[in-house]
């Protein structure tokens, strides 16, 4: 179970890496004026969403299943930390409805807004590492 647990963890950090990164990238986009410097933000969310971020949300779920099984938890625990895991899955499908709003020049939301949805992933990361690792209730 350990190999699994490490992939696991592994993807977690994938996912994360997304997570932090296209909100980010919505900012500077949700701010840029320039046609040829939006194809080149439209590419980069593209690539970063379908190839890294999805893969990396569907594997880290796919081993925390099995790794939930596997090991028969319960819990309170688990269960906040599945409910935090759908928000979770919530702001990765919103993350690609504005990726597909970028791509067809149909964003109407400025960068303040991405700054504050940005803030979401760190708030849940913090909450289910400490659930996770502590295990408080
Ligand atoms: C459906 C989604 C998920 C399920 C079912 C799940 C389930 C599990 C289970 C059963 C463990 C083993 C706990 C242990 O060995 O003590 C585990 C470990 C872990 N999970 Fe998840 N998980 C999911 C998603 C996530 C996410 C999104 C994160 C990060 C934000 C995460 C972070 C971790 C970490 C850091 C560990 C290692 C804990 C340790 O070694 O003590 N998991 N997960």
Known sequence: MLWIKSLHVIFMVTWFAGLFYLPRLFVYHAMNTDTATSAT???MERKLFYGITTPGGVLTV???I??????GFTGTWLHIKLALVAVLIVFHVMCGKYVREFRDDRN??????YRWFNEVPTVI???VIILA???PV
């Open 62 to 64: 796919v081993f925390g």
């Open 125 to 127: 990361l913090i909450a």
């Open 66 to 71: 099995w790794l939930w099984l596997g090991y």
């Open 133 to 135: 690792i502590v295990k």
């Open 108 to 113: 109407t939301r400025d960068h303040v807004y």
């Open 41 to 43: 933000f439209k590419i």
